[in-house]
């Protein structure tokens, strides 16, 4: 039912700084709606909100305008999973309301749909959309497709909970890294390794196209190590960085990413860092069982299972391997299927492919 494209947006929230400030504008565009507002909320008001709106209208909203947004009213009276619409009756005495005029009307909101999921200790999450571009009111097939996105955000949420820990010194940002299933490393500038992960360790190890040189990460093809140490130098500086295709051996290849590290990270010691991500080209995601279990409240077997379909089994193989009827395998997948919010293989396949390369404990 969601792209692709769309379920990578939504779990890159699990470990990527600005996939949550990204992900309304992903949502209201896959849907056709002009404008998206994500809120995690606590005590009655939002602690981390991120909307197509311009920074001011946004601090404008947390400020002041949150507490009389009537739409957020009839949101805390739906029940968690369901859809959040309006009736008629409702949205004309929105049309009334000191928020719509001062504030609402200024964005062009109207058509407020959305979907209200808990989060735990307290918090919960709202994900709103507005200004429909495809009909005049919400459909019911929008309706359906928000209760799906709902319960994926509320996932990709809770598993960035769980990882939770990469702001602060340098030992917890340490343990954040080493979480991570492909090679990350921190420099400085000039390409020192400041951090380098486990899985990071064994790549450059078994060859990788990266190297550490008298302390430095450069590439194993010389006639690249320049184009890299630029990138690394851009994005200590306040450039984006940028991605490379580093050979590795006589067929394969490396893809490697450069970003600067994110501001609040807080990394010790002054100077600007940045985070170099990499992986061999094809390489298998290793999808862990455990992030399964924790995350979509799968069992043990049903995880077992899953991770079987993404590295190319077949239901008559994984059955045959775990000594068990097809048809038990085939009522595991339908379990998988609920608990996932997919409903057929194919999309299962795809659905786990997009999820974050992270390690659970």
């Not at 769980?162 to 090679?183: I, K, M, N, P, W």
């Not at 890299?228 to 994005?235: E, K, N, S, V, W």
């Not at 298998?284 to 069992?299: D, M, Q, V, Y």
Request: glycine share 12%; aromatic share 6%.
């Amino acid at each position: 039912m969601l792209s692709e494209t769309l379920l990578a947006s939504i779990y890159a929230i699990a470990t990527e700084q600005q996939a949550f400030g990204d992900i309304s504008g992903v949502i209201a565009s896959e849907l056709g709606y002009g404008h998206g507002l994500i809120s995690i909320s606590s005590g009655g008001g939002p602690v981390e909100l991120a909307m197509t709106q311009a920074p001011e209208v946004m601090q404008g909203y947390l400020d002041y305008y949150h507490k009389l947004d009537p739409w957020a009213g009839v949101a805390a009276r739906t029940r968690y999973g369901e859809a959040i619409v309006t009736d008629i009756e409702q949205r004309q005495q929105f049309y009334d309301t000191e928020f719509y005029v001062d504030f609402a009307f200024q964005i062009g909101m109207v058509d407020p749909l959305g979907v209200r999921m808990p989060l735990g200790k307290g918090t919960e999450l709202l994900v709103g959309l507005n200004q429909a571009l495809r009909s005049t009111h919400p459909t019911p097939e929008d309706e359906q497709i928000m209760l799906v996105i709902g319960r994926h955000l509320q996932r990709a949420v809770q598993l960035r909970q769980q990882l939770s820990g990469v702001v602060g010194d340098r030992g917890t940002l340490l343990a954040a890294l080493d979480r991570v299933a492909f090679g990350m490393a921190i420099t400085t500038a000039d390409g020192r390794v400041q951090a380098l992960n486990k899985a990071g360790e064994g790549a450059i190890a078994s060859g990788c196209g990266l190297l550490v040189r008298k302390g430095f990460l450069t590439a194993q093809d010389g006639s690249m190590a320049g184009a890299l140490a630029l990138l690394i130098r851009d994005a200590s500086n306040g450039g984006s960085g940028g991605a490379l295709r580093l050979r590795a051996g006589l067929d394969s290849f490396a893809n490697v990413l450069v970003a600067p590290l994110p501001p609040n990270s807080d990394w010790p010691g002054s100077g600007s860092r940045t985070l170099v991500a990499f992986r061999l080209s094809g390489a298998p995601t290793h999808l862990n069982a455990h992030l399964l279990i924790s995350t979509f409240g799968l069992s043990r077997g049903e995880a077992q299972v899953a991770v079987a379909l993404t590295e190319g089994k077949s239901g008559e193989e994984i059955a045959l391997a775990r000594g068990v009827k097809t048809t038990t395998i085939k009522s595991q997948l339908q379990s998988i299927f609920i608990k996932t919010g997919t409903s057929s293989q194919r999309e299962l396949v795809g659905f786990l492919a997009a999820l974050p390369a992270v390690v659970v404990d």
